[in-house]
């Protein structure tokens, strides 16, 4: 089969690209002159430069292909760009990477842009999948678990905005790029949405607690009440002074982020690991790094 990936040099595309390659599918990845291509340097990959927001250019690139998998965001307003260009190519066959976080009941500005994203993706005509990912973890790319284990690394007080009980379920990369190849041939999965995440939701305590045992860390918590401190960050954000932290992190961290992924276990044998798998493997990562 012959594949075309946007975002093939992302976080998760970098860990889909060589699964598809293992399946024996053809695959061209699109990229920007600018992308760093050093972790997929497969020579059997093509590839073709373009942009998503160019339809025309987007339709050349997919001329000849079968399957779209769009891992690149639709947090960005290209969706119609994207369903234009593989329609006008002749593609019928889609994969789209969405995200859980459409369902935050948090005003977040690219959540409006998403929704109306799937809507069209819903509406094109394609034989579409959606998975909704949460959020993604399992190696130095990605932007939470990482910067977690390396301050609980070197700092024995961990600061937790809120009182740390909400519900969170991170998926391994992985695992995520896995449910992709899996979706690509399933008839069942045309025309359907999924959840996808971690194998047990488990609290941002716990999470903490997990990181700080899998690294034989002794580490104390301390809660720090998150209004005031979402205020404070707000003022900082609207008089544009950096901080490392955001308002939204903080609000996100206050909220349930639990999801049953049983529909996506029914339809494609969808079957993640645990946190606790996944961080030990990260955690191995990070260490072979520290050493070297």
Known sequence: MRV???????????????????EGHEVRCLYRPSSDRSSLPQPEIEWVTGDLSNSQSLTSAMQGIDVL??????????????????????????????TTAIFTKLNAKSKSVRMQAESAIES???????????????????RNMWRLINFIKKFPIIPVF???????????????????VSC?????TVGKS????????????????????????????VHIPSKPVVALLNLFEKIRLPFPIKAEQVLRLNENKDFSYAEAERDFGFSPRSFEEGISFEIRVESSQWLY
């Open 4 to 22: 075309f990936v946007t975002g093939a040099t992302g976080f998760t595309g970098s860990r889909v690209v060589p699964l598809l390659l293992k």
């Open 162 to 180: 809120g009182d740390g009980t909400h519900l969170q379920q991170p998926i391994f990369v992985d695992d995520v790029a896995q449910a992709v």
């Open 124 to 142: 094109s005509g394609l034989d579409y999948t959606i998975l909704r990912p949460t959020m993604i973890y399992g190696s130095p790319r990605d």
């Open 69 to 98: 998998i769009n891992i690149a965001s639709l947090g960005f307003g290209h969706a119609d760009s994207i369903i234009t260009a593989a329609k006008s190519a002749g593609i019928k066959r889609a994969i789209f990477i969405s």
């Open 194 to 221: 999924y959840n996808i995440a971690g194998k047990y939701p488990l609290t941002y305590n716990a999470v903490i607690d997990t990181i700080a045992d899998k690294l034989n860390k002794r580490i104390w918590k």
């Open 184 to 188: 690509l041939s399933n008839e069942n």
